[in-house]
């Protein structure tokens, strides 16, 4: 049986370059340049890269990048990007939690959930992060966001997602959450590239700072730093508050 995140994306590249949470590329992409020194010999491993809008952009901007996910329909959709601007980007179907690389590159990117927090559990996601450590070289940095534990402590999921929901973008309903186990449980309903209806269950694991903190440290990052995240508009000057729907992480 397919996992809920597999189901989502197996026919879903194309819509899901409509949706609203993309929009941040290039403020993103800003951000990663400025926190590697603009240094266009370091090679980056874009993780969960889905259609490949970061690995796209930071190519287009002089960078080696290598995009890895799970999901063959949205590499389909990454590779037709790529070759339509005639850019030579490496992307690779492949599991997060088993990576096939080893002191292989400079910077890892894993952004708007791309991978992590979409595991079924905790184990699952602190894999993931071992395999990044692994596949960083000695010095090497890792940028990631994830969901904010302490935004639902203090908001109403329902009418977040109401507040930001786009006609024509998929539609999380709904929606609870555990402080038990710190997930949400809702349902995600879309229309495919198929134009075909679905309403999928989903879960979702949201993490407070010291959690990340501790995860991070126990897989040999040294130092973490951890600040809100605003969608296009990454910055070490916001610090993360309970009104912060994502974290940015920096581990190095």
Same mark, same amino acid.
Not at 207 to 216: D, N, S, V
Not at 227 to 247: H, V
């Given at each position: ?13 194309? &819509?899901?370059?409509q949706?609203?949470? /993309? ?27 889905? /259609? ?5 952009? =930071? /190519?287009?901007?002089?960078y ?46 894993? =952004?708007?959930?791309g ?11 602190? &894999? ?35 507040s930001?929901? &786009? ?5 999380d309903?709904?929606? /609870? ?37 501790w ?7 040294e ?8 969608l ?15 974290m940015?992480?920096?581990? &190095?």
């Amino acid at each position: 049986m397919k996992q809920w995140y597999e189901a989502l994306f197996e026919n879903y590249g194309k &819509q899901y370059d409509q949706e609203n949470f /993309t929009y941040g590329t290039l403020g993103e992409c800003d951000f990663i340049e400025k926190e590697i020194g603009f240094n266009k010999k370091l090679s980056i491993l874009d993780l969960g890269c889905g /259609t490949g809008r970061h690995s796209i952009e =930071l /190519t287009r901007r002089g960078y080696t990048v290598t995009g890895l996910d799970l999901s063959q329909s949205m590499l389909d959709q990454a590779k037709r990007k790529a070759d339509q601007e005639k850019l030579n980007v490496r992307f690779v179907q492949g599991d997060a939690r088993n990576l096939p690389f080893q002191d292989k590159y400079d910077l890892v990117i894993m =952004l708007c959930e791309g991978s992590f927090s979409l595991m079924e559990t905790d184990e699952m996601n602190y &894999q993931i992060l071992k395999q990044i450590r692994k596949a960083l070289k000695a010095g090497g940095k890792l940028i990631f966001t994830t969901l904010n534990g302490l935004f639902p402590l203090f908001h109403s999921l329902a009418d977040f997602y109401k507040s930001h929901h &786009q006609e024509g973008n998929s539609k999380d309903t709904q929606p /609870t959450f555990d402080i038990m186990t710190f997930r949400e449980h809702s349902i995600v309903e879309f229309t495919d590239d198929l134009s075909k209806s679905h309403s999928i269950p989903t879960t979702t694991r949201y993490y407070i700072p010291p959690e990340i903190t501790w995860l991070l440290r126990s897989t040999g990052f040294e130092t973490v730093e951890i600040f809100g995240a605003k969608l296009g508009a990454y910055s070490r000057n916001d610090s993360l508050t309970p009104n912060d729907f994502e974290m940015l992480i920096i581990a &190095q």
